[in-house]
């Protein structure tokens, strides 16, 4: 299965969740999480921040987002953590620096 990068229209393509999720990490600007204000890595990470670190109803009244908006970042979130080998994904950014 192929892993396209969904942030801003990228389109980049990857054989590996580990690759995507990296490539996200290093290549797009990091964004500030608008309920906490933690700078975090663009794409899968900071929406797996923004969803183990705050509730749902924060992420909906910070982010102007509605039940279908969750729906679809919940459901990405299983796809990715599914497939994902985590400590790849660790050891990878720790090597990026």
């Known amino acids: 299965m192929a892993w396209e990068c969904g942030i801003d229209g ?3 393509v990857f054989a590996d969740v580990e690759s ?3 490539h996200q990490a290093t290549e797009h600007e990091r964004r500030e999480c608008k309920v906490c204000g933690t700078v975090v890595p663009d794409g899968y990470l900071a929406i797996r921040h923004a969803f ?3 509730s749902r109803a924060e992420y909906v009244r910070a982010y102007g987002a509605d039940a279908e908006d969750v729906r679809e970042r919940e459901e ?3 796809e990715i953590e ?3 080998n ?3 994904i660790a050891t990878e ?3 990026e620096g």
Do not use: P, Q
């Open 86 to 88: 985590m400590e790849t």
């Open 52 to 54: 183990n670190e705050h």
């Open 10 to 12: 990228c389109g980049e």
């Open 20 to 22: 995507a999720v990296v």
């Open 82 to 84: 599914s497939e994902a």
């Open 93 to 95: 950014l720790k090597r």
């Open 76 to 78: 990405l979130l299983d």
